[in-house]
Antibody, heavy 120, light 109 residues
Framework: EVQLMQSGTEVKKPGESLTISCKGS????????IGWVRQMPGKGLEWMGI????????RYSPSFQGQVTISADTSISTAYLQWSSLKASNTAMYYC?????????????WGQGTLVIVSS | SSELTQDPVVSVALGQTVRITCQGA??????ANWYQQKPGQAPVLVIY???YRPSGIPDRFSGSSSGDTGSLTITGAQAEDEGDYYC????????????FGGGTKLTVL
C-alpha cells in the first residue's frame, strides 16, 4: 500500500526551530514529487513548495520562499519541512502529498497531516 | 494570472446533480484536478486530468472543461459527498508550477 506517514503534533514557542517529516512507503520515493501544503484554521489549501527527491530539485511558492526549507533524505524515503524561527502565524495543519507521476500536477496520496501550534 | 476562482458555497438536494466550477486563465491550457476534504481529514483526489477517477472514487464524480473553466460534476449527490472541494492546476508562469482554488463548501440538503 502506498502511504505517506507524517510526524506528530508539535507545540512550540515563537522563535523556536522545527522540522516535520513525511515518510513514503510502498513506492519508489525518488520517482515522484512531494509537495507540502499549508491549511490554516478554517481556511483553504495553500501550496508551500515541492521537491523531486530524484534530483533534489526544489521549488517554493513565492509566499513561502525564504520562510521554510524543504529537503529529502532518499536513504530513508523521507521529506522534511523546516522552520528556523517560528511565528504564531505558522500555526496550521501541514500536509505532504505525492504526485501521480514525476511531472504530474495531480497529487494522489496525502499524509494524515501534522498540526503545528505556535504559542507563547 | 495564476489564480483559480471557486464559488465559496454550493448546495444540492440529496440525489440531485451539482456542478462545482473553477475558473482561471491557466485552465485554457491545463486541466483542473479536484480534491474532496471532509472535516478533520486530509484531502482526497477525486478527479484528475481530462476526466479520470482514481481507484475507489465513485463514478458519480466526473470532470469537464470549457474555455477557462473546469468543472466537477456529482450526478446523484449523496450525503457522504458533503465537504470542501478544491481545484488545483498548473500556473503556466513563474517559478512555482501549481496553484489551488479557494475551495467550495458543498452542502447536501
Amino acid at each position: 500500500e502506498v502511504q505517506l506517514m507524517q510526524s506528530g503534533t508539535e507545540v512550540k514557542k515563537p522563535g523556536e526551530s522545527l522540522t516535520i517529516s513525511c515518510k513514503g512507503s510502498g513506492y519508489s520515493f525518488t520517482d515522484y514529487s512531494i509537495g507540502w501544503v499549508r491549511q490554516m484554521p478554517g481556511k483553504g489549501l495553500e501550496w508551500m513548495g515541492i521537491i523531486y527527491p530524484g534530483d533534489s530539485d526544489t521549488r517554493y511558492s513565492p509566499s513561502f520562499q525564504g520562510q521554510v526549507t524543504i529537503s529529502a533524505d532518499t536513504s530513508i524515503s523521507t521529506a522534511y519541512l523546516q522552520w528556523s524561527s517560528l511565528k504564531a502565524s505558522n500555526t496550521a495543519m501541514y500536509y505532504c502529498a505525492k504526485s501521480r507521476g514525476p511531472a504530474s500536477d495531480a497529487f494522489d496520496i496525502w499524509g494524515q497531516g501534522t498540526l503545528v501550534i505556535v504559542s507563547s | 494570472s495564476s489564480e483559480l476562482t471557486q464559488d465559496p458555497v454550493v448546495s444540492v438536494a440529496l440525489g440531485q446533480t451539482v456542478r462545482i466550477t473553477c475558473q482561471g486563465a491557466s485552465l485554457r491550457t491545463y486541466y483542473a484536478n479536484w480534491y474532496q476534504q471532509k472535516p478533520g481529514q486530509a484531502p482526497v483526489l477525486v478527479i484528475y486530468g481530462k476526466n479520470y477517477r482514481p481507484s475507489g472514487i465513485p463514478d458519480r464524480f466526473s470532470g469537464s472543461s470549457s474555455g477557462d473553466t473546469g468543472s466537477l460534476t456529482i450526478t446523484g449527490a449523496q450525503a457522504e459527498d458533503e465537504g470542501d472541494y478544491y481545484c488545483n492546476s498548473r500556473t503556466g508562469s513563474g517559478n512555482f508550477p501549481f496553484v489551488f482554488g479557494g475551495g467550495t463548501k458543498l452542502t447536501v440538503l
